[in-house]
């Protein structure tokens, strides 16, 4: 698709600048629409790898209507109720949802994160105090020794469907921190993360034979996933009628977890100072997320030019998003422009963005077929 921008300014001849692109929505198609380009990279998570979808855009342009739906008025959750207006990623979860259903019980399970990246610093939109109330806590990012990003104590709540999630998103988005611009009355100025994990049990050759076992076959919950090797070995004293063999213990010593993430993004809008007329704590608000967008083009442009060094680390964003963004994962990103005269400066920087974010070439890749049982065993 093709997008063909046309640039003027008083006293200026006029230049036709041409951007190319997978695909190019019009006002007036539908979420629907949308979603069916989205869908297909979620299979992606089944095969073993990390999967990013992020909006990208100015403030105003559409990016939480595009990722999360309508807004419910004077309130910062997303109205459940008009399915159809649903944004990405309550559809990415029911779709999620909907493809582990086809696997066999118990195989996969998800678990749910919602931060926000608010003037550089992380915040834990579900984490809790004494009493029970929810409160944003703010977490630092590292890289583990095997090179990836981690959240330490970061609170990762355990769902089984698609309404669970739901309910847990729209706790934590009472929390994500908003300021009224003269662009944008609700204008984010954070970043919103909503990471799925999804851990896939694997096993090695003799998985058969393992899973034949009606003990093992039922659901695991977030309990059993730490203690299911331990189960299978005490089995083999506890069950009276059907004895643990040799064969079957040696499968479980090769069961180990595979954990996938689906980072879903709503980045918070860049903006032009004079534009929006911030000052104050708004104005330090813009300073920071228009850093941290920056950051987040020069990593696409260091993963896009192979550079040996990619600056994940120049941001808490880009840190946070390493996982989902470098490697063999996969990247979407939904650019959001206005189409406004007045806005072209800022459209023309979103789409410069998106051409960077399209150079990055990953190559050739292979799927990663898991030895996970079939549904009837």
Not at 196 to 202: A, C, E, K, S, Y
Not at 234 to 261: F, G, I, Y
Not at 292 to 309: C, F, N, P, T, Y
Request: proline share 3%.
């Amino acid at each position: 698709e093709t997008v063909l921008v046309k640039c003027s300014r008083p006293g200026h001849a006029s230049v036709n600048k041409t951007f190319q692109f997978e695909r190019v929505y019009n006002d007036l198609e539908s979420q629907d629409a949308v979603f069916a380009d989205v869908a297909p990279l979620l299979t992606s998570l089944l095969d073993g790898y990390n999967v990013c979808i992020m909006a990208y855009g100015q403030t105003g342009s559409g990016k939480t209507y595009t990722m999360l739906g309508p807004q419910l008025e004077g309130n910062l959750a997303f109205a459940i109720e008009e399915e159809s207006e649903l944004g990405i990623i309550p559809r990415a979860t029911q779709e999620v949802f909907r493809l582990i259903s086809e696997k066999p019980p118990g195989s996969y399970w998800v678990e749910v994160s919602v931060v926000e990246v608010y003037n550089n610093e992380i915040f834990d939109l579900l984490a809790k105090d004494s009493c029970g109330k929810v409160l944003g806590v703010k977490r630092d990012v590292v890289t583990t020794r095997e090179g990836k990003s981690d959240v330490p104590l970061l609170t990762h709540e355990t769902v089984e469907n698609a309404s669970e999630f739901l309910h847990l998103v729209n706790k934590g988005l009472q929390l994500r921190v908003t300021h009224p611009t003269l662009v944008h009355a609700h204008s984010s100025r954070s970043h919103l993360v909503v990471t799925l994990t999804i851990t896939t049990v694997v096993f090695g050759d003799n998985f058969g034979t393992l899973w034949e076992d009606e003990q093992t076959s039922q659901r695991l919950n977030k309990e059993d996933s730490f203690t299911f090797t331990q189960k299978m070995r005490d089995n083999k004293s506890t069950s009276s009628s059907r004895a643990s063999s040799p064969v079957q213990l040696e499968a479980t010593e090769k069961m180990k977890q595979v954990k996938t993430k689906l980072q879903l993004v709503d980045l918070a809008g860049s903006e032009c100072v004079g534009m929006s007329g911030v000052t104050g704590a708004a104005l330090r608000e813009t300073s920071f997320i228009n850093r941290s967008l920056s950051a987040l083009a020069d990593v696409l442009g260091a993963i896009a030019e192979q550079r040996a060094h990619v600056p994940y680390r120049n941001s808490k964003l880009t840190h946070l998003l390493q996982d989902s963004v470098g490697g063999d994962a996969k990247l979407l990103v939904m650019l959001c422009i206005s189409p406004g005269q007045k806005y072209l400066t800022e459209s023309m920087q979103s789409l410069g963005f998106g051409t960077r974010a399209r150079q990055v070439q990953r190559g050739q890749v292979k799927k990663k077929n898991f030895p996970v049982p079939s549904k009837g065993k």
